[in-house]
């Protein structure tokens, strides 16, 4: 018979959780403080620990992430899609046009400004080995394909699988927000103890260091912006200057407590990019873009078994670890802030309407904005724009070089610096919550200053990564931070994957969807907790 008591509804109150805070500060504070006083020690160190790495593991991140891809085609369409993510009653509390819109929010950040021009041109002056030759037709092609291989499927499947497993054991099994509590099934109630706040401290990492890179790239964005309209000549130390004025932005923000003023930024940041796509779209090279992404498109799909799985086995290493590797390690880091915001906004949703949504939807949105910014600077190039000269000097000068060869450059150029901007306020806001989220039990509701504490240190570590050795520490480090997450990501889908075969096969139900019996009659199958406290549990 259930014991569980019967609690008032009502704000969860913060709990914090002193081992997981202090230590994961702790360490974090020793970094920036290595990487003020020992810079060329730390970015030696970075660099080394990252050849190791990728010499030895590069092949396990290429394996992993195309497992991660088939793990969520298999529970989409198994018997497992019918299940819903909640309670058998439960209907998704959001509609599907605001449910998509906040996953936009999510999905279109610094990255896609900073590479949405840069990294097709950057692959058709260096495509990958044995695909095209350089500044070829056949380079452009392929640069677009690759372009659409980093940002499409795979990215949004390793976020699809954290996001379904943290909302079926939070939703279904009345866990918490906790990237440990989706070890339960495994672990027991051993996720209770030092092992599950290991998790959730290289959650921590993972998250404070893959925010780190948005925020380094958002720096060196702006700064070049304001060489090309103002004159101002970049700089490392202008760029440390602009994370450390938009971080109090931030922390000015978090003070405030105002998140309806966060979401409005981040809706304007919406309609600001939409509003840039369809300019560049109209004035530029339209039927172009059009053919290029339509032909690039069916590619990419086509070669998509081949790139999913190439290695550099037998060449061509040193071009997927400056590429794919980085991109997957970076996705991967990711995948606490994102998928945590994607599970909060997805209860009542099927696990198959959860997986073909997550995927699909951005995965568009990265085809056509690609298409769109890239097909136009590729276009620009292929006629002898010169476009990759201004690349080589700096990836984050390629979108302000294709934008000067369209009309209302110094208008559409202020508009990309005011992106940047604001989605460095709303990226640091958003992922500082969730380190404060891992450090307080998983609360929804934490503390203000560890929030405010956790972004000043985001910051920090930004700023440190530049100092240490520009746009190359910042992307070794985040590789080097975010291998052990993996094999926490792999642990997650032993878990769910164990949880899933320990659900009651039930009735369908009117709706399709499988009707089965309560959390509290099968929970024991898997080991998880039915009555955890109510004020960890993740509302919607």
């Known amino acids: 018979m259930s014991t569980r008591t019967t609690k008032k509804p009502g704000p969860a109150p913060t709990r914090l959780d002193p081992a997981v805070l202090y230590i994961s500060v702790t360490l974090s504070a020793l970094f920036v403080a290595w990487g003020v006083f020992f810079t060329g020690n730390l970015a030696t160190v970075a660099e080394a620990t990252l050849g190791r790495i990728i010499e030895n593991f590069g092949w396990l991140f290429v394996l992993a992430s195309s497992g991660f891809v088939l793990l969520a085609v298999v529970l989409a369409f198994s018997r497992f899609g019918r299940i819903r993510l909640g309670k058998d009653g439960d209907r998704p509390e959001f509609s599907t046009a605001s449910w998509v819109a906040m996953m936009f929010s999510a999905g279109m950040g610094i990255g896609l400004m900073f590479y949405g021009a840069s990294e097709p041109l950057m692959h058709m002056s260096s495509p990958p080995p044995g695909t095209a030759s350089a500044e070829s037709p056949d380079a452009a092609r392929v640069a677009l394909e690759y372009s659409y291989f980093h940002w499409a499927i795979h990215p949004w499947a390793m976020y699809a699988v954290a996001g379904l497993a943290l909302a079926y054991f939070g939703f279904r099994r009345s866990g918490s927000s906790l990237i440990s509590s989706a070890f339960r099934p495994l672990l027991g109630d051993r996720v209770d103890g030092p092992l599950g706040r290991s998790i959730d401290i290289l959650a921590i990492f993972a998250t404070l260091f893959g925010s780190a890179v948005s925020l380094g790239l958002g720096a060196l964005q702006i700064n070049s912006g304001m060489n090309e309209l103002w004159g101002i000549a970049d700089s490392t130390s202008l760029a440390v200057l602009i994370i450390a004025v938009l971080t109090v932005l931030f922390v000015v923000s978090a003070l405030s407590g105002v998140h309806r003023g966060i979401q409005w930024l981040s809706n304007g940041n919406m309609i600001l990019a939409a509003v840039l796509l369809l300019f560049v779209f109209v004035v530029g090279p339209t039927v172009f873009i059009l053919n290029s992404q339509t032909q690039a498109l069916g590619g990419y799909l086509a070669s998509l078994p081949e790139m999913?799985?190439?290695?550099?086995?037998?060449?061509?290493?040193?071009?997927?670890?400056?590429?794919?590797?980085?991109?997957?390690?970076?996705?991967?880091?990711?995948?606490?802030?994102?998928?945590?915001?994607?599970?909060?906004?997805?209860?009542?949703?099927?696990?198959?309407?959860?997986?073909?949504?997550?995927?699909?939807?951005?995965?568009?949105?990265?085809?056509?904005?690609?298409?769109?910014?890239?097909?136009?600077?590729?276009?620009?190039?292929?006629?002898?724009?010169?476009?990759?000269?201004?690349?080589?000097?700096?990836?984050?000068?390629?979108?302000?070089?294709?934008?000067?060869?369209?009309?209302?450059?110094?208008?559409?150029?202020?508009?990309?610096?005011?992106?940047?901007?604001?989605?460095?306020?709303?990226?640091?806001?958003?992922?500082?919550?969730?380190?404060?989220?891992?450090?307080?039990?998983?609360?929804?509701?934490?503390?203000?200053?560890?929030?405010?504490?956790?972004?000043?240190?985001?910051?920090?570590?930004?700023?440190?990564?530049?100092?240490?050795?520009?746009?190359?520490?910042?992307?070794?480090?985040?590789?080097?931070?975010?291998?052990?997450?993996?094999?926490?990501?792999?642990?997650?889908?032993?878990?769910?994957?164990?949880?899933?075969r320990a659900e009651p096969r039930g009735e369908r139900a009117p709706d399709g969807t499988v009707t089965a019996a309560s959390v509290d009659e099968h929970a024991s199958d898997d080991g998880a907790r039915p009555a955890e406290v109510a004020d960890t549990q993740v509302a919607g």
């Open 308 to 500: 999913s799985f190439r290695t550099g086995a037998f060449g061509g290493g040193e071009w997927l670890s400056g590429w794919t590797v980085f991109y997957w390690a970076w996705w991967i880091s990711w995948t606490p802030f994102v998928g945590t915001f994607i599970a909060r906004i997805s209860r009542g949703r099927t696990i198959r309407q959860f997986i073909v949504g997550v995927i699909i939807a951005p995965s568009v949105v990265s085809i056509v904005w690609f298409a769109i910014l890239g097909g136009t600077a590729l276009n620009q190039e292929m006629h002898g724009g010169g476009l990759s000269a201004a690349v080589a000097e700096g990836e984050e000068a390629g979108l302000f070089a294709t934008l000067q060869t369209l009309p209302w450059f110094s208008i559409t150029s202020v508009v990309v610096i005011i992106l940047v901007g604001l989605f460095f306020v709303s990226g640091a806001d958003a992922a500082s919550v969730v380190l404060g989220m891992l450090s307080c039990r998983g609360s929804m509701s934490p503390s203000r200053p560890v929030v405010i504490l956790w972004g000043a240190l985001t910051g920090l570590v930004a700023a440190v990564l530049l100092l240490a050795g520009g746009l190359e520490a910042v992307k070794q480090v985040a590789v080097v931070a975010a291998f052990p997450f993996l094999f926490v990501m792999i642990g997650m889908c032993v878990s769910l994957v164990k949880a899933l």
